[in-house]
Antibody, heavy 120, light 109 residues
Framework: EVQLVESGGGLVQPGGSLRLSCAAS????????MSWVRQAPGQGLEWVAN????????YYVDSVKGRFTVSRDNAKNSLYLQMNTLRAEDTAVYYC?????????????WGRGTLLTVSS | DIQMTQSPSSVSASVGDRVTITCRTS??????LAWFQQKPGKAPKLLIY???TLQSGVPSRFSGSGSGTDFTLTISSLQPEDLATYYC???????????FGGGTKVEIK
C-alpha cells in the first residue's frame, strides 16, 4: 500500500526556518517525481515544488523561489522541503504527493499533510 | 504557464441531482487533465485522469469529458458523501509545475 506521511510542521515566527519531511513507503520511491503542494486556510491548492527521480531537476512556484529548497534521499525513501525566510503567507497545510506519468502527469497519491503556521 | 479556470466556484444541489463542473485551460492540453476531490479536512484524492478515465475505486456516477481547452466533470446522481471541493489539474505541461484550477465547492441542499 502506498503511504506518504508528512512531518515537521509547526508554529514559526516570520523570517524563521523549518524543514518538512515526507516518508514514503509501498512503492519504489526512486522511480517517481515527487511534489509538494500547499493549501492556505480556506484557499485552493497550489503546487510549491517538484523534484525529479534522481534529484537532478527541481522546480518551484515563483513565490518560493530563493527561499525554499526541495530535496530527496532515495536511500531513506524520504522527501524534504527546507523553508527559509518564512512569511505569513506561507501559512498552509503542506502535502507531499507522488507524480505518476501515464501519458500525462498526475499526483496520484497524497499524504495527509502537515500544518505550517507563520506568525509572531 | 497554463491558466486553469473552473466554474462555478460553488454549487448547491439536492441528493439525486446531476451536477456539472467545467474547467477551461489557456492552452490546448489534448486530454491531459485530472480531477481531484477534496473532502473537508482531508487530502485531495485523484478521481479522474486523462480527462475521462476513472481512478480505481471511484464510483461510476462520476464521469469526465472534454479535450483541448474545455473539460467537464459530471456527477450523475449526487450523493451526500460527494460533499467536497473539486479541482482540475492540467497534466500536459510538465515540468515545471502542474497547476490547479481554483476549485468548485459542491454543497448538498
Amino acid at each position: 500500500e502506498v503511504q506518504l506521511v508528512e512531518s515537521g510542521g509547526g508554529l514559526v515566527q516570520p523570517g524563521g526556518s523549518l524543514r518538512l519531511s515526507c516518508a514514503a513507503s509501498g512503492f519504489t520511491f526512486s522511480s517517481y517525481w515527487m511534489s509538494w503542494v500547499r493549501q492556505a486556510p480556506g484557499q485552493g491548492l497550489e503546487w510549491v515544488a517538484n523534484i525529479k527521480q534522481d534529484g537532478s531537476e527541481k522546480y518551484y512556484v515563483d513565490s518560493v523561489k530563493g527561499r525554499f529548497t526541495v530535496s530527496r534521499d532515495n536511500a531513506k525513501n524520504s522527501l524534504y522541503l527546507q523553508m527559509n525566510t518564512l512569511r505569513a503567507e506561507d501559512t498552509a497545510v503542506y502535502y507531499c504527493a507522488r507524480i505518476l506519468y501515464s501519458g500525462g502527469y498526475y499526483r496520484d497519491y497524497w499524504g495527509r499533510g502537515t500544518l505550517l503556521t507563520v506568525s509572531s | 504557464d497554463i491558466q486553469m479556470t473552473q466554474s462555478p466556484s460553488s454549487v448547491s444541489a439536492s441528493v439525486g441531482d446531476r451536477v456539472t463542473i467545467t474547467c477551461r485551460t489557456s492552452q490546448d492540453i489534448s486530454n491531459w487533465l485530472a480531477w481531484f476531490q477534496q473532502k473537508p479536512g482531508k487530502a485531495p484524492k485523484l478521481l479522474i485522469y486523462a480527462a475521462s478515465t476513472l481512478q480505481s475505486g471511484v464510483p461510476s456516477r462520476f464521469s469526465g469529458s472534454g479535450s483541448g481547452t474545455d473539460f467537464t466533470l459530471t456527477i450523475s446522481s449526487l450523493q451526500p458523501e460527494d460533499l467536497a471541493t473539486y479541482y482540475c489539474q492540467q497534466a500536459n505541461s510538465f515540468p515545471p509545475g502542474l497547476t490547479f484550477g481554483g476549485g468548485t465547492k459542491v454543497e448538498i441542499k
